[in-house]
């Protein structure tokens, strides 16, 4: 019935999801910030430069003014006019041509949009590209740039979700022998993300979604899908082993390990909506879509799962069977590597851990160095038209015509429009002697004359690191004192500068998030372990291994390692992939930590709660890992430089965390604390609650023989 359930409402939320049409709305707005004042301004007076633009780049060898160049050029310009969501078309030659190079090679042209990028239909966009295209000869050259380009020719996601299932499916039935036992955490996964995928469609209709947020939502939902139902699984096929029956196994094993997945999946849960909090437009939007993506894959593996194992339980049970009798014929104890492993940590647990911190930190390092912001057409394809319009005006007026700053004037000394004109001059004749800055244009009227706009082109890239002190610069030293003077007000506005409002909000709010995250998850293992060092220990290990995953995304594509395009982070990527990765990290830690936890409620031996803890679960934690690392590194493949990133960090940080931290580090600090490590202050154990993933057990049933008095945790 649970199946059945489950297939009528995937198939009920697909064909809803279909018919209703997906309602992608990117918001970047940050209310607060000069950049988004500057457009509200631009908005109101109705300016022209408060909708993005699209430059049409013109390349001839033998010169723009080339006979019957020029007339080729003003005919495609007056068909561009005429074209959907185009409010104005600025020819390269007005202005006495401004617009075209000192070598008089490379022109461009500017057609103004009726509104942002993101919400200018991408058909509207496409008419543009295809009727400048087409006007292409052999001589001449044309290309076009702009945000609303870059979004008509966004690649997906490639086959990056269907390689990184393969994969995964590859070591599922590496580790349990069976395609049948592969194929149930793999279909539980499935679901879920189906499921998850046609709600989000419908809840875009609702709120604000991003368009990138479908593919990191697989991302997660595949890793996170399987990883949960596999340690669900894993401790049924053990409770089979063991001797309990198929229902009292799976009785077992929802009771134990489905309490820890409980605890770990409203772990990451909490995590990310703690991103809501940052109130940075999409990212919400991002956040509460990934969030309910792991809430329908828990609960698929609390639902969906049992009513797997109870269809085909039969068969994997007599699979798991045989398997294990011969494993005892060869004398192949389960987990003794990983005992063996613990073994040898604790005989030297203070050189293991000093080695793995160091690795960390070494690998933490270039996280100081960071630098935020969103990839820009100079990251594109060679091959796309984005990518060569960037390049043809680098080349023909400068880099920092790729991304100039609109500098908004209002009010000063004369009344209405004279008063913002003459505001506007006296900008442009300031900001021309700024250091940094290549050229400007003559200030810019708006339609009602009340604000008047300073294109500015810095002389260096958009997203070099000089272009963001210019916007500082502008702000901080070179306006202030103008305004001052003039009593009028000035907005330093545009695409690169609300880049930059972006990146340095996302840098201000980032240590509440951290410290409200870590605050939090903190305290529940301290609830759970009735522990003051494990929580800490937790808590900084996790940080470590965000720090290094961090790290090597910085190495890869900041400082263009392995010959990737060199450029910054995207300015959301720490956040998500910290709120991601510290709610999974819980996961690990529980499963660990729990299984030792048992071991020393049973025996009081801190060492051999150790050696058990990591022997029973090294095997599942490692597999689970390593099924999310493959599903997440298959995103490296993604033409999008965003999804490369987000699957990197995401792969590096479980990576460092399976292996380095719970196989070296937490047995090390467990080892070296001792007894300690459950010790719990008495007035903190006096006020907290008690919420135990444990439950004692009894006997598994009358058909599975006696079990022992020793106690049930969240993975055996």
């Not at 690998?363 to 060679?382: E, I, K, Q």
């Amino acid at each position: 019935m649970a199946i059945l359930l489950w297939i009528v409402v995937l198939l009920g939320v697909t064909a809803a999801s279909q018919g209703a049409g997906s309602n992608w709305r990117n918001d970047f707005s940050l209310p607060g910030t000069d950049s988004q004042a500057a457009t509200d301004l631009l908005e109101k007076h109705g300016s022209a430069q408060a909708g993005d633009s699209v430059e049409i780049v013109f390349k001839d060898e033998r010169g723009l003014r080339a006979a019957g160049t020029e007339q080729d050029v003003e005919r495609l310009l007056e068909q561009v006019r005429g074209l959907p969501s185009v409010v104005d078309v600025r020819s390269p030659y007005a202005d006495g041509g401004a617009a075209v190079s000192e070598g008089g090679d490379i022109a461009y042209a500017t057609v103004t949009l009726d509104g942002k990028a993101e919400i200018v239909p991408k058909a509207d966009v496409e008419k543009i590209i295809d009727t400048a295209q087409d006007a292409r000869t052999d001589a001449l050259q044309i290309e076009l740039g702009g945000e609303a380009v870059r979004g008509a020719e966004e690649e997906g996601g490639g086959g990056a979700e269907g390689a990184g299932m393969l994969a995964a499916l590859v070591i599922l039935v590496l580790l349990f022998g069976s395609l049948v036992a592969a194929a149930v955490p793999l279909v539980t996964a499935l679901f879920a993300v189906g499921t998850a995928v046609g709600l989000i469609t419908l809840a875009g209709h609702l709120f604000t979604v991003a368009d990138f947020t479908p593919p990191i939502m697989m991302l997660v939902g595949l890793g996170v899908g399987v990883d949960y139902a596999l340690l669900i699984f894993y401790r049924y096929r053990h409770e089979l082993i063991r001797g309990a029956d198929r229902d009292t196994a799976a009785r077992i094993a929802l009771d134990a390990a489905g309490r820890t997945v409980f605890f770990a999946g409203c772990t990451v849960i909490v995590a990310l909506l703690g991103l809501v909090a940052l109130g940075l437009g999409s990212l919400q939007g991002v956040a509460l879509s990934v969030a309910l993506t792991v809430l329908v894959t828990m609960a698929a593996s609390l639902v969906l799962l049992p009513a797997l194992l109870a269809v085909l339980g039969r068969r994997i049970q007599r699979h798991v069977l045989k398997r294990a009798e011969k494993a005892a014929a060869k004398g192949k104890a389960e987990g003794s590597r990983w005992r063996a492993l613990a073994g040898a940590v604790q005989r030297r647990p203070l050189p293991a851990l000093v080695a793995a911190l160091v690795a960390l930190v070494a690998l933490s390092a270039p996280v100081l160095g960071m630098r935020l912001g969103f990839a820009d057409a100079g990251n594109d394809a060679p091959a796309s038209t984005s990518r060569k319009a960037y390049d043809l005006l680098a080349e023909g007026f400068g880099p920092g015509f790729n991304g100039p700053l609109v500098v908004v004037a209002q009010g000063g000394a004369g009344d209405g429009a004279a008063g913002a004109a003459e505001a506007g001059e006296q900008a442009q004749a300031r900001i021309a002697e700024t250091g940094g800055v290549a050229a400007t244009t003559p200030p810019l009227p708006s339609e009602d004359g009340e604000v008047s706009t300073v294109i500015v082109f810095p002389e260096s890239a958009p997203q070099d690191e000089a272009t963001a002190d210019l916007v500082h610069d502008l702000r901080d030293d070179v306006l202030p004192p103008l305004a001052a003077e003039t009593g009028a007000e000035y907005l330093v506005g545009g695409a690169t500068a609300g880049t930059q409002d972006f990146s340095d909000t996302v840098a201000d709010r980032m240590p509440l998030f951290v410290a409200l995250v870590v605050g939090l998850s903190t305290l529940l293992l301290m609830v759970v372990f009735r522990s003051l060092w494990i929580p800490l220990k937790a808590a900084v290990l996790n940080l470590l291994s965000i720090g290094a995953a961090l790290g090597v995304i910085t190495l890869v594509f900041q400082e263009g390692w392995f010959g990737v395009e060199q450029g910054p982070i995207e300015a959301f990527i720490p956040v998500m992939i910290f709120a991601i990765v510290f709610g999974l990290s819980m996961d690990y830690e529980v499963f660990l930590v729990s299984r030792m936890h048992e071991e020393w409620e049973r025996t009081k031996n801190a060492g051999l709660a150790v050696r058990e803890g990591l022997a029973v679960t090294g095997q599942v934690i490692t597999a689970a890992a390593l099924i999310m690392i493959v599903v997440f590194a298959a995103f490296i493949l993604s033409p999008s430089r965003m999804l490369q990133q987000f699957g990197l960090g995401l792969a590096v940080a479980i990576l460092l965390d399976a292996l380095v931290i719970r196989c070296l580090i937490v047995p090390a600090v467990m080892q070296l604390l001792g007894r300690h490590a459950w010790w719990l202050p008495g007035p903190l154990a006096r006020k907290l609650p008690r919420v135990a993933l444990e439950r004692p057990e009894g006997p598994v049933g009358h058909e599975g023989g006696e079990r022992s008095g020793q106690r049930g945790v969240g993975v055996s």
